[in-house]
């Protein structure tokens, strides 16, 4: 391989870098401003709105209530059609269900008109007694979602009456059977917070009307397709007349694969004909728009007394706020990114909810679901290694699923039950083992008498896409002076996408990155794309590019041939020239080119490629953590964080290694002190980086990436995901070192001081061995 | 009302609200490379040189910079240019919404610190956050850059 395989710099590296004015924000031209109303109630109804005095303010253009909105619920979730999540969203609702969410849209000349006007508007609630704790919303008195309007495309188990969204249940032999014959039995209950996203650019819109009276949508998202149909329905318009631009993304994390602001400079520009855009601000961002979703997970797991692992039973709770975003589809990847680690089990079984409850929605972040369960699981796995007084990584290399094996939800919960055709996590293991110095340092060191380091470990799995629902196209179309235009859906957030895939496609066509353009998104455009989110750009996106490439290819030998005057079985396509097999005669890509846009040719070559699959190669992670714990103030600092990862090939070993350690840094934070709070009044007490802690610099401990790639026969060039595995193991990892260290699990997120100090040390500072 | 100052060694004169701040201010005149990533001066995005010293723009009001020099990113593309190749080089700028600002303070450390430790460049850089990296990939970055071993 020439280009796969190389730590090829980013296209847009030094243009981004260097403060080039590429995103959202920086487009935008004449709009107007938007400002929204938001309530200061968890749950009300609104009685009245006055927007009389609001009106007469001076440069205040438009003042929009429930009452002016289209009466169509829709999803903002960013999943393929028909999306598994409800349509039980107005653009504005009467009811408002959580503090922040939106009572009126107010359009004005600039920010600071828009500020002053909202102060005029008077609105009277009839306040409702709110459902703030997830954990008693399915008997609470209230039902947050009253309307009989609400929508589900197919049965996803909702029972609105009883708070519940969505319910899913997997069982394969008979759990409750086999962990009565289990030795030994770890039940443990564990809870993972709800986590913000942080990207540093905030969320974002504009939107204008253009020459052919169509909608142009201008937006910092993930999933522009996605956008495309959410606007049509919000809006009560055909698609046709809805195109959605996707600038440069300033991160996304998932929070962007779900369209939370977008339909409102829709609506304004739409309803007024003008140009309007919308920025949140920081406080918005965190309050306003949606989270991790908070989980409650009961764990099981039953096995002999060698440590052979023979039931696991697993039942979540998932909190998904006051809408029901992604409800349906995070919490599954609890059992199906956990249970096929150990897939020799006699017996597995998972149940789980989404709940309503009046707080902010949960929504897509990095993990989906798997970082929940990867916490939970593999925590009590932890916990079983120390019952039975085994090593745990002695532990895992007896159980963990190995190649050529099968697993019911090894690729989703709609596949069939196929093999895993790709792993090495038995090298992840022994290189993180080793890299961290496991044999010698092992549970603990104790360093004087206060402070104590220990180690910790935790294995984890993701997919790569969605098996038999999410499908991408590419594009690539030869320019008439023998340079390329690589045309795709897929959204690059900074993960480097736009690189990566066109490595791909210049491997392809034996040529040099700098002879493809890449053009990303623009509806109009861009063959369809669910969009990056699941894991899926590489693998998924990557097929379809290789396709389209090879396709483009093909048809080059058969112009080239047929302008040499040859069979194209006798000619070859090296270096951006078809020639003979004899090497006599040849003809340039350029004069192909050029001589297919002039009157002789008359051909215009577009190579296509669309690729979904019926499975979702796992990647995995081994993670290693070394804490340091100072047992009198429970202060825990992160010394080492070993992760080594098996992504098949890795088409960019170094764009690879920053998603690694930025993934891992972002589960430190998740492990150690990121937290969504709420008030007892429901109002979100985290809502700046003043009180919402993600990882500085100084955070952080040593960060040590390693990669033992296995080759996946599915992938592009051997390829599987990177991105969402890696954030997977840092909460596991360091609730098991800090239990080496001191002899405490913590079972909820994040693991602060102040949990480790209410446990106290109930083994006298020291778990025995 | 109307303040004169010095952007990028030009003498410009900014018609200004009193209240407004100084991030507010650029990007309306056009310095696009300024972002703003919070509301409390926390994170670092906005940073510009006010009288050649490392400031959040979003945290000074536009007024109170009357008289004085101000650069940003635009002034100073030539070396801000030899920075982000190092970066880039690493891939770690990523998302690249940070990334000016982290330039901005990158250079003012170079003009300021003697022979940097990395506990001194991770000190130095502390209040530039960033959520797509996780930092690592633009230590080694800067370590090359300054040519600290």
């Known amino acids: 391989m020439r280009v796969v395989n190389s730590p090829v710099s980013k296209i847009d590296g030094m243009q981004i870098a260097t403060g080039a004015p590429v995103y959202t924000d920086d487009l935008v031209n004449n709009a107007l401003v938007i400002k929204l109303l938001r309530s200061p109630h968890a749950f009300a109804r609104i009685k009245s709105i006055d927007t009389e005095r609001a009106k007469k303010v001076d440069g205040v253009e438009y003042i929009f209530t429930y009452q002016d909105v289209p009466k169509k619920r829709f999803t903002v979730a960013g999943q393929s059609y028909p999306e598994p999540s409800p349509y039980d969203r107005l653009i504005l609702d009467e009811y408002v269900r959580y503090v922040g969410d939106e009572v009126a849209i107010v359009v004005a000349k600039t920010e600071k008109v828009a500020l002053k006007a909202m102060k005029f508007i008077k609105v009277n609630y009839e306040v409702l007694e709110p459902v703030l704790d997830f954990e008693t919303a399915m008997n609470h008195s209230t039902v947050v979602h009253p309307e009989d309007d609400l929508e589900v495309n197919f049965d996803i188990g909702m029972q609105k009456e009883k708070n519940i969204v969505a319910a899913y249940k997997f069982e394969v032999g008979d759990v409750e059977e086999e962990l009565k014959n289990c030795e030994t039995v770890v039940e443990e209950t564990y809870y993972s917070q709800a986590q913000a996203h942080a990207m540093m650019e905030t969320y974002r819109a504009f939107s204008y009307m253009d020459h052919n009276g169509r909608l142009n949508v201008v937006s910092s998202t993930q999933v522009p397709f996605h956008v495309r149909r959410i606007m049509a329905r919000a809006l009560g318009i055909p698609k046709s007349t809805v195109r959605i631009i996707k600038p440069r993304i300033g991160g996304g994390f998932g929070g962007k694969q779900t369209a939370v602001m977008e339909f409102f400079p829709a609506f304004v520009t739409w309803a007024t004909g003008k140009p309007a855009k919308l920025v949140y601000d920081r406080k918005e961002t965190f309050s306003c728009t949606n989270s991790r979703h908070a989980m409650r997970i009961k764990v099981k797991i039953g096995s002999d007394k060698e440590g052979n692992i023979e039931a696991i039973d697993i039942e979540a709770l998932s909190d998904t706020g006051a809408f029901g975003e992604h409800a349906s589809t995070v919490f599954p990847l609890v059992a199906e990114k956990t249970l096929p680690l150990y897939n020799r089990v006699k017996a597995s079984r998972f149940e789980g909810q989404a709940v309503y409850t009046n707080k902010m929605p949960g929504g897509a972040l990095r993990g989906y679901g798997a970082t929940q369960g990867a916490f939970a699981v593999e925590t009590a796995i932890n916990k079983l290694a120390s019952v039975l007084k085994v090593d745990p990584i002695t532990l895992r290399e007896k159980n963990l699923i190995k190649v050529g094996e099968e697993h019911p939800i090894l690729h989703g919960a709609t596949t069939k039950p196929s093999a895993l055709t790709s792993s090495t996590l038995d090298k992840c293991i022994a290189k993180g083992k080793q890299l961290i110095n496991w044999d010698a340092k092992y549970p603990r060191e104790i360093i004087d008498d206060d402070k104590v380091r220990g180690l910790g470990m935790a294995v984890t799995m993701q997919g790569s896409g969605i098996a038999n629902i999410d499908t991408a196209s590419a594009e690539i179309k030869l320019n008439d002076d023998g340079f390329y235009t690589l045309l795709f859906g897929a959204t690059d957030m900074g993960t480097g996408c736009d690189t990566i895939l066109s490595q791909m496609a210049a491997e392809v066509l034996d040529t040099s990155m700098d002879r493809i353009i890449v053009n990303s998104c623009d509806t109009d455009f861009s063959p369809y794309d669910p969009g990056s989110y699941a894991s899926s750009t590489t693998y998924v996106t990557g097929n379809a590019v290789i396709k389209a490439a090879e396709d483009i290819r093909h048809q080059i030998i058969n112009k080239g041939a047929n302008f040499l005057g040859l069979a194209p079985e006798s000619t070859q396509f090296e270096g951006g020239i078809v020639k003979s097999s004899d090497g006599n005669k040849e003809i340039s890509l350029n004069e192909i080119a050029q001589r297919l846009s002039s009157s002789e040719g008359q051909d215009q070559l577009i190579g296509k490629g669309t690729f979904g699959s019926e499975t979702s190669p796992p990647p995995f992670i081994a993670g290693f953590a070394e804490v340091e714990v100072d047992k009198e103030t429970g202060q825990v600092d992160l010394i080492n964080y070993v992760a080594v990862i098996d992504c098949g090939t890795l088409i960019n070993p170094k764009l690879a290694r920053i998603q690694a350690e930025g993934g891992l840094v972002q589960g430190i934070g998740m492990a150690l002190f990121e937290d969504v709070i709420y008030t007892d009044k429901g109002k979100m007490a985290t809502n700046t980086f003043m009180n919402y802690k993600i990882p500085s610099r100084k955070d952080i401990g040593n960060i040590i990436v390693e990669f033992e790639p296995s080759y996946e026969p599915t992938g592009p060039f051997g390829a599987k995901s990177i991105g969402e595995i890696v954030i997977n193991t840092p909460p596991p990892a360091i609730a098991h070192a800090i239990y080496n260290a001191v002899g405490v699990y913590v079972n909820s997120l994040p693991i602060t001081p102040e949990k480790i100090l209410e446990l106290g040390y109930p083994q006298g500072a020291y778990p025995k061995l | ?149």
């Not at chain 2, 050649?52 to 004085?68: E, F, H, N, Q, Y």
């Not at chain 2, 070396?79 to 970066?87: D, F, K, S, W």
């Not at chain 2, 170079?110 to 530039?128: A, M, S």
Request: proline content about 3%; hydrophobic content about 35%.
């Open chain 2, 1 to 149: 009302m109307k303040i004169s100052v010095t952007i990028n060694n030009k003498p410009v004169e900014l018609d200004v609200m009193p209240d407004e701040y100084l991030a507010e201010s650029l990007r309306r005149y056009g310095y696009l490379s300024i972002r703003k990533g919070c509301d409390t001066g926390s994170c670092g995005l906005c940073t510009v040189w006010l009288d050649d010293k490392p400031i959040l723009s979003c945290s000074v009001l536009s007024m109170r910079t009357m008289g004085k020099r101000i650069t940003t990113t635009e002034g100073v593309q030539e070396e801000a240019q030899e920075c982000a190749q190092y970066i880039v080089d690493e891939g770690a700028e990523q998302c690249g919404f940070c990334s000016p600002g982290l330039i901005m303070t990158i250079l003012a450390m170079k003009r300021e610190l003697v022979n940097p430790t990395e506990q001194d460049i991770v000190h130095y850089l502390n209040g530039n956050l960033c959520r797509c990296t996780g930092y690592v990939g633009q230590l080694r970055a800067v370590k090359k850059y300054l040519g600290v071993e």
